[in-house]
């Protein structure tokens, strides 16, 4: 299941994001606009959902959260973009610090 987040994550919120994969939760966020959506079993389902919600791409990024370790991952095939990131992993230091800002924001 996919929840968009407006704000702080409830318990609730992370029992059904975590249906998919039981102590690990896919977060998608757009990173302009400070909109995430956790759970679903593939990030491109949830960017589809945040291009909907008039997201652009470029600000669309990907990583999950382990729930065991509480660690946050900046790791996703929506991030591999030829020209702007080579790699599944966001590489770009602004970026990534701003993914992961969002996510402890609204997660933890």
Known sequence: MIIILSKKATPQD???ASEDYKTYIKITVDIDK???AVGGEY???AEKILLEK???QNNIWGGGVDLI???FETNAMINLRTSQNSSTE???EKIREKFLKICH???F
């Open 14 to 16: 992370l029992k059904k």
């Open 34 to 36: 400070e909109i995430v």
């Open 43 to 45: 990030h491109a389902d």
């Open 54 to 56: 008039g997201s652009l």
């Open 69 to 71: 370790l509480k660690r």
């Open 90 to 92: 966001i590489l770009d």
């Open 105 to 107: 924001k609204m997660i």
